[in-house]
Structures are given as structure tokens and as C-alpha cells.
């Protein structure tokens, strides 16, 4: 027999039987990597959804601390001024003011001008004198050390004093 004649030859059952066996592996296969695949993209949209929750709790956290370094800033220079009453007179300057790029506490006024709330609550102070505290100690005024008391003066002296006599 010659070379050609010792090739085994196929039926066309075997055949069809051959390709339907890899056929089968292939999809089985392919349908293990396909539902790794489903697998993975559903880890990966519940990992995203995760990250994202995470991204806007720290997003609110440093918010939060902003708004209270804001506002304990505000409070400190108020209590620097003498302010009256510091915690409530912080609301007046609570809207307009932020924390800037280098961490520094800023007041933005109406016209778009910026400078350090110490600066700007420094200025203010020296104008709205209702709100500071008089930390003049009473009758420092009066040097001489002489007494004002009614038993020392006469009436006529009192009167004479205020202008009514």
C-alpha cells in the first residue's frame, strides 16, 4: 500500500461527531469566560457605587471641617476684637467667609475683594464699636483720687457739678 493508502479516513459521522465534541468545549469555554466576565462587570459597578459613597462622605467630611474651621476662626478674631458676644456675632460674617486654596480663612466682601477674616474682623471692630466689649476699668478716668460721694459734697456742689444751679 502506498502512503496515501495508510491515512485513516473519516466518516462523515465521525466527522460531524469530532467537530460537535469541539464545538462543545469551545462553548463551554466560552461560557465559563463569558459569566466570569458578567461576574467581574457586576463586581465592578458595585465597587464603583462604593467608591463613589466613599468620594461624597469624605466630600462631606471636609466640608464639615471647613464650615468649623470657618466658624472657630471667626469666633477667635471676634474674641481677639473684644467682641460682645462672639459666637452670635459670627453670623455676620459666617456667609461670606471660606477657606482658600492654602488653607487660610478668607472674607469676601460684596465686591468680590478678599483678605483674612482676622484683617477684615480687625476693621469692622474699629467701626462697630456697639459690638465691642468697654474694657475700661471704671473710674480710671478720674485721677485725683477725690471722692463723689453726696456726704463729701454739698448740694450746692452737686448742683454746681451738673450744670443746675
Known amino acids: 500500500m502506498t502512503d496515501k493508502n495508510k491515512e485513516k479516513l473519516f466518516t462523515q459521522a465521525e466527522v460531524d ?29 458595585t465597587v464603583r457605587a462604593e467608591l463613589q459613597g466613599l468620594k461624597a462622605d469624605n466630600e462631606a467630611k471636609a466640608t464639615a471641617l471647613k464650615a468649623e ?3 472657630k476662626t471667626i469666633i477667635q478674631e471676634l474674641e481677639k476684637a473684644n467682641g460682645i458676644n462672639p459666637t452670635e456675632l459670627a453670623r455676620l460674617f459666617i456667609n461670606n467667609t471660606s477657606v482658600d486654596d492654602k488653607g487660610r480663612v478668607i472674607y469676601t466682601d460684596d465686591s468680590g475683594n478678599s483678605v483674612p477674616i482676622g484683617e477684615h474682623i480687625k476693621e469692622w471692630a474699629s467701626k462697630s464699636t ?8 471704671a473710674g480710671s478716668g478720674f485721677g485725683n483720687g477725690l471722692s463723689c460721694s453726696s456726704q463729701s459734697m454739698g448740694n450746692d456742689e452737686l448742683r454746681n457739678a451738673f450744670g443746675l444751679k
Open 17 to 45: 461527531n469530532i467537530v460537535k465534541e469541539r464545538l462543545e468545549r469551545e462553548r463551554k469555554r466560552y461560557n465559563s469566560d463569558n459569566d466570569m466576565v458578567e461576574t467581574l462587570q457586576k463586581e465592578l459597578v
Open 69 to 71: 474651621q470657618v466658624n
Open 130 to 137: 456697639w459690638a465691642i466689649k468697654d474694657n475700661q476699668k
